[in-house]
Nanobody, 116 residues
Framework: QVQLVESGGGLVQAGGSLRLSCAAS??????MGWFRQAPGKEREFVAQ????????DYANSVKGRFTMSRDNTKNTVYLQMDNLKPEDTAVYYC???????????WGQGTQVTVSS
């Protein structure tokens, strides 16, 4: 069974940086993504990476500030978040799309809080 374990969340001041990690159990994926959910809001897409090519996509709200990468040897993806803003405050979730259809596997989430 596929498992995803996130880490790296925390409290940071506006303008600061955090790096999230998501370690996946021993298999490869079509793509992996980061999503976030702020209080009272729906979960939204943040970024994704295609495992074979390394190609990435980003939400407009984070483009130029967040960078998603992967380490094939560790089966781990990262989300480097720079120039954080209070509106980035949310629970961040890692997700995996195994077959190239939909994100069907989710991590437990990690809290990111950005103070102004």
């Amino acid at each position: 069974q596929v498992q995803l374990v996130e880490s790296g969340g925390g409290l940071v001041q506006a303008g600061g940086s955090l790096r999230l990690s998501c370690a996946a159990s021993g298999r490869t994926f079509w793509r992996m993504g980061w999503f976030r959910q702020a209080p009272g809001k729906e979960r939204e897409f943040v970024a994704q990476i295609y495992w074979n090519t390394g190609a990435t996509d980003y939400a407009n709200s984070v483009k130029g500030r967040f960078t998603m990468s992967r380490d094939n040897t560790k089966n781990t993806v990262y989300l480097q978040m720079d120039n954080l803003k209070p509106e980035d405050t949310a629970v961040y979730y890692c997700a995996a799309d195994v077959l190239g259809t939909t994100y069907g596997t989710w991590g437990q989430g990690t809290q990111v809080t950005v103070s102004s």
